[in-house]
Nanobody, 126 residues
Framework: QVQLVESGGGLVQAGGSLRLSCVVS????????MGWFRQAPGKEREFVAA????????HYADSVKGRFTISRDNAKNTVYLQMNSLKPEDTAVYYC???????????????????WGQGTRVTVSS
């Protein structure tokens, strides 16, 4: 059974930083692309970032480029999202997800990811 567990969310002031973590079990973590998505209140879930199995390739949504960094530690079955210079519009529930394919390709559609965590809430106050 594949499980993803996010942590690290919370309340932060605008301009602050948070680091989200997602631990994956039940799958050979190092083989797969990982992604982060978010869903703000009243909005659809949107792509944030993705990383290849090796960590050598990454892709970001334009809205977070230069502020967020995705990384992974395959020895710990964990993917991270370092969020700096946070803005109120970054307020959302953040989800990690696994991509069932191992070959790198930029995939931003949530329907291309197969397993999801329960989400961790990030609130950025102005």
């Amino acid at each position: 059974q594949v499980q993803l567990v996010e942590s690290g969310g919370g309340l932060v002031q605008a301009g602050g930083s948070l680091r989200l973590s997602c631990v994956v079990s039940g799958r050979t973590f190092s083989r797969y692309i990982m992604g982060w998505f978010r869903q703000a209140p009243g909005k659809e879930r949107e792509f944030v970032a993705a990383i290849s199995w090796s960590g050598g390739n990454t892709h970001y949504a334009d809205s977070v480029k230069g502020r967020f960094t995705i990384s992974r530690d395959n020895a710990k079955n964990t993917v991270y999202l370092q969020m700096n210079s946070l803005k109120p519009e970054d307020t959302a529930v953040y989800y990690c997800a696994t991509d069932p394919r191992s070959s790198w390709s930029i995939r931003t559609d949530e329907y291309e990811y197969d397993y999801w965590g329960q989400g961790t809430r990030v609130t950025v106050s102005s």
